[in-house]
C-alpha cells in the first residue's frame, strides 16, 4: 500500500547528514570491492607451488572474483528494486565471508576458482552495487566530492591488505591467511546495516493517507469516490509493472558510447596491478619489498581520488566530464606504455608512483560519468549493464596477460597491451562524445527555433484574431 506512494514522492538528497555515515559504508565496501582482488595475488607464489600451476591459473581467481564482481550487475540490480539495499548487501556480505572460509579448505585449483573466485565475487558485487545507488540517493550537488572520497576505499584497503596478507602468509600460510580474510569480510555486512532509505518518512505519510480515504467516502460524492479509486487502483497498477531491469536505458547513446569505452578499458585497467607482484618478485625483488609496490600504489591513489573529485565538481569542469575521463585513461596508459622497460625496483616505484595518480582519477570518475549520463533514476539499471558488459572484459585481460607471460617469459609485452587499450578506448571516448554532444547539441537547437516558430505563429494568430474582434466591435 505505502509502496505506491514512495514510488510518486521522491525525497530530496540531503547532501550531508546520515549520508556522511553512508558514504562511510561505501568507503569501506568500495575498498573490499575493488583491492581484494588485486591484494590477494600476495598468495599467488605460494598456491603456484602448492598445486603445480602457471601464472594465467592463478591469474583466474583475481579474473573471475572481478568478473563477479562486474557480472552479477543485472542480478544485484534486480534484487536491490525487489527487496532494497540493505537486506541485499547483509546477505552479499555474509556470502563474500563464507566464500573465502571455504576457500581456505580447498585442494585445488578449481575448488579456489569456485569459492574464493564465484562465491566471494558474488557477495563483493551485492554489496558493492547498492553501496553507489545508496551514495547516488544520498548526495547531489557534493556527487562528485562524495563519489571521490568513496573511490578512495580502493587505495587505502590495497595499502592496508597487500602487506597484512603477505604478513599472514609468513604466520599462517595461504590457508591462514584465507580465513582471516573471511572474517574481515563480515564488516561488510556492518556497512549494510547503516544503509538507512530515504523513504521511510514517505511510507508513513502514505498509510496516512489511505486512512483517511474511507473516511472521505461518506463525504464525497459517488462519482468523485469511483475517480478516487480508479487513480489509486491505477497507481497499484503501475507499481506492479515496474521494471527490474529497465533495458530501454540502453536507447541513450551516451550510454552506449560509455559502454563500448569501458569494455575496452577493462582489458587492461587491472592487468598490471594483479601481475605486479609477481613480477617484482621474478626480478629478485624481496617479498616484502615486492607486495609493498601495491602500498605505494595505494598511498598516491588514495589522494589522487578525493583530490580528483574536487576538481570535477568544478562549475566548468563538470560539465565536460566524459573528457576529463578521456584524460585520466589517456594517462593511465602512456604510463604504461613509458614503463614497460622498467627492471630494477626504483623504477618500478616511479611507476607505482605516476599509475597509482592516473588510476585515481579513474576509478573516481567512471561513476561519476555514468550517473551524469543516466541519473539518479535508472542509474540501478544502468550501472547493472555495463557491469554485466565489463564482467566479459575482464575475464579476457588479466588470463591473456598470464598466458603471454607463460609463453614468451616477457612482461614487457603485458606493459604496451594495457597502455594501447587504454590509449584508444581515450581516444573513442573523447571522439564519439564529441559527435554525440554536437549533434545533440544541434538537435536542440533546431526545436528550440521550431518551437519559437510555433510560438510567433501562436502570437501573430492570436493578434490577428483580438483585430477581427475589434473590426466586428466597430462594425456594430
Same mark, same amino acid.
Given at each position: 500500500?505505502?509502496?505506491?506512494? +514512495?514510488?510518486?514522492?521522491?525525497?530530496?538528497?540531503?547532501?550531508?547528514?546520515?549520508?556522511?555515515?553512508?558514504?562511510?559504508?561505501?568507503?569501506?565496501?568500495?575498498?573490499?570491492?575493488?583491492?581484494?582482488?588485486?591484494?590477494?595475488?600476495?598468495?599467488?607464489?605460494?598456491?603456484?607451488?602448492?598445486?603445480?600451476?602457471?601464472?594465467?591459473?592463478?591469474?583466474?581467481?583475481?579474473?573471475?572474483?572481478?568478473?563477479?564482481?562486474?557480472?552479477?550487475?543485472?542480478?544485484?540490480?534486480?534484487?536491490?528494486?525487489?527487496?532494497?539495499?540493505?537486506?541485499?548487501?547483509?546477505?552479499?556480505?555474509?556470502?563474500?565471508?563464507?566464500?573465502?572460509?571455504?576457500?581456505?579448505?580447498?585442494?585445488?585449483?578449481?575448488?579456489?576458482?569456485?569459492?574464493?573466485?564465484?562465491?566471494?565475487?558474488?557477495?563483493?558485487?551485492?554489496?558493492?552495487?547498492?553501496?553507489?545507488?545508496?551514495?547516488?540517493?544520498?548526495?547531489?550537488?557534493?556527487?562528485?566530492?562524495?563519489?571521490?572520497?568513496?573511490?578512495?576505499?580502493?587505495?587505502?584497503?590495497?595499502?592496508?591488505?597487500?602487506?597484512?596478507?603477505?604478513?599472514?602468509?609468513? %604466520?599462517?600460510?595461504?590457508?591462514?591467511?584465507?580465513?582471516?580474510?573471511?572474517?574481515?569480510?563480515?564488516?561488510?555486512?556492518?556497512?549494510?546495516?547503516?544503509?538507512?532509505?530515504?523513504?521511510?518518512?514517505?511510507?508513513?505519510?502514505?498509510? %496516512?493517507?489511505?486512512?483517511?480515504?474511507?473516511?472521505?467516502?461518506?463525504?464525497?460524492?459517488?462519482?468523485?469516490?469511483?475517480?478516487?479509486?480508479?487513480?489509486?487502483?491505477?497507481?497499484?497498477?503501475?507499481?506492479?509493472?515496474?521494471?527490474?531491469?529497465?533495458?530501454?536505458?540502453?536507447?541513450?547513446?551516451?550510454?552506449?558510447?560509455?559502454?563500448?569505452?569501458?569494455?575496452?578499458? +577493462?582489458?587492461?585497467?587491472?592487468?598490471?596491478?594483479?601481475?605486479?607482484?609477481?613480477?617484482?618478485?621474478?626480478?629478485?625483488?624481496?617479498?616484502?619489498?615486492?607486495?609493498?609496490?601495491?602500498?605505494?600504489?595505494?598511498?598516491?591513489?588514495?589522494?589522487?581520488?578525493?583530490?580528483?573529485?574536487?576538481?570535477?565538481?568544478?562549475?566548468?569542469?563538470?560539465?565536460?566530464?566524459?573528457?576529463?575521463?578521456?584524460?585520466?585513461?589517456?594517462?593511465?596508459?602512456?604510463?604504461?606504455?613509458?614503463?614497460?622497460?622498467?627492471?630494477?625496483?626504483?623504477?618500478?616505484?616511479?611507476?607505482? +608512483?605516476?599509475?597509482?595518480?592516473?588510476?585515481?582519477?579513474?576509478?573516481?570518475?567512471?561513476?561519476?560519468?555514468?550517473?551524469?549520463?543516466?541519473?539518479?533514476?535508472?542509474?540501478?539499471?544502468?550501472?547493472?549493464?555495463?557491469?554485466?558488459?565489463?564482467?566479459?572484459?575482464?575475464?579476457?585481460?588479466?588470463?591473456?596477460?598470464?598466458?603471454?607471460? !607463460?609463453?614468451?617469459?616477457?612482461?614487457?609485452?603485458?606493459?604496451?597491451?594495457?597502455?594501447?587499450?587504454?590509449?584508444?578506448?581515450?581516444?573513442?571516448?573523447?571522439?564519439?562524445?564529441?559527435?554525440?554532444?554536437?549533434?545533440?547539441?544541434?538537435?536542440?537547437?533546431?526545436?528550440?527555433? !521550431?518551437?519559437?516558430?510555433?510560438?510567433?505563429?501562436?502570437?501573430?494568430?492570436?493578434?490577428?484574431?483580438?483585430?477581427?474582434?475589434?473590426?466586428?466591435?466597430?462594425?456594430?
Amino acid at each position: 500500500m505505502g509502496a505506491g506512494v +514512495v514510488e510518486r514522492d521522491r525525497v530530496d538528497p540531503p547532501d550531508g547528514g546520515w549520508g556522511w555515515v553512508v558514504l562511510l559504508g561505501g568507503f569501506i565496501i568500495t575498498g573490499f570491492s575493488y583491492a581484494f582482488p588485486k591484494a590477494i595475488s600476495v598468495y599467488f607464489k605460494e598456491l603456484m607451488r602448492d598445486f603445480g600451476c602457471g601464472y594465467s591459473d592463478t591469474a583466474w581467481i583475481s579474473s573471475i572474483m572481478l568478473a563477479m564482481l562486474y557480472g552479477s550487475g543485472p542480478v544485484s540490480s534486480i534484487m536491490v528494486n525487489r527487496y532494497g539495499c540493505r537486506p541485499v548487501m547483509l546477505f552479499g556480505g555474509l556470502l563474500a565471508s563464507a566464500g573465502m572460509i571455504g576457500a581456505s579448505f580447498t585442494t585445488n585449483i578449481i575448488q579456489l576458482y569456485l569459492t574464493a573466485g564465484v562465491i566471494t565475487g558474488l557477495g563483493l558485487a551485492l554489496n558493492f552495487q547498492p553501496s553507489l545507488i545508496m551514495l547516488g540517493c544520498y548526495f547531489d550537488k557534493r556527487r562528485p566530492l562524495a563519489n571521490g572520497l568513496a573511490a578512495a576505499g580502493s587505495p587505502v584497503f590495497l595499502s592496508a591488505l597487500s602487506p597484512l596478507g603477505q604478513v599472514l602468509l609468513d %604466520r599462517f600460510g595461504w590457508r591462514g591467511g584465507f580465513l582471516i580474510m573471511g572474517g574481515l569480510l563480515l564488516n561488510c555486512c556492518t556497512c549494510g546495516a547503516v544503509m538507512r532509505p530515504l523513504g521511510c518518512r514517505v511510507r508513513r505519510t502514505a498509510a %496516512r493517507g489511505e486512512a483517511n480515504t474511507q473516511e472521505l467516502q461518506e463525504m464525497l460524492p459517488s462519482k468523485t469516490v469511483q475517480e478516487t479509486n480508479s487513480v489509486e487502483k491505477s497507481n497499484k497498477e503501475s507499481s506492479k509493472k515496474k521494471k527490474l531491469l529497465d533495458f530501454s536505458v540502453l536507447r541513450d547513446k551516451g550510454l552506449v558510447i560509455y559502454i563500448i569505452a569501458k569494455f575496452i578499458v +577493462v582489458l587492461g585497467l587491472f592487468v598490471p596491478t594483479i601481475l605486479l607482484v609477481n613480477y617484482a618478485k621474478d626480478q629478485g625483488v624481496p617479498d616484502k619489498d615486492a607486495a609493498f609496490l601495491l602500498s605505494i600504489i595505494g598511498f598516491i591513489d588514495i589522494f589522487a581520488r578525493p583530490t580528483c573529485g574536487v576538481v570535477a565538481g568544478l562549475k566548468w569542469i563538470r560539465p565536460k566530464m566524459p573528457y576529463f575521463f578521456s584524460l585520466a585513461l589517456l594517462f593511465n596508459g602512456l604510463t604504461d606504455v613509458c614503463s614497460a622497460r622498467n627492471t630494477d625496483y626504483k623504477g618500478l616505484v616511479i611507476f607505482c +608512483v605516476f599509475f597509482g595518480l592516473s588510476y585515481g582519477m579513474v576509478g573516481a570518475l567512471q561513476f561519476e560519468v555514468l550517473m551524469g549520463i543516466t541519473g539518479t533514476d535508472t542509474f540501478s539499471s544502468a550501472l547493472g549493464l555495463v557491469l554485466l558488459f565489463e564482467a566479459v572484459a575482464v575475464l579476457i585481460g588479466p588470463p591473456s596477460a598470464g598466458r603471454l607471460v !607463460d609463453a614468451y617469459r616477457n612482461y614487457e609485452l603485458i606493459f604496451y597491451m594495457a597502455g594501447g587499450e587504454l590509449i584508444t578506448a581515450s581516444i573513442f571516448l573523447t571522439v564519439a562524445s564529441y559527435c554525440c554532444l554536437k549533434r545533440r547539441k544541434n538537435k536542440d537547437t533546431a526545436c528550440g527555433q !521550431d518551437s519559437d516558430i510555433e510560438g510567433n505563429h501562436t502570437d501573430r494568430d492570436h493578434i490577428n484574431h483580438k483585430s477581427n474582434y475589434a473590426m466586428k466591435d466597430n462594425g456594430r
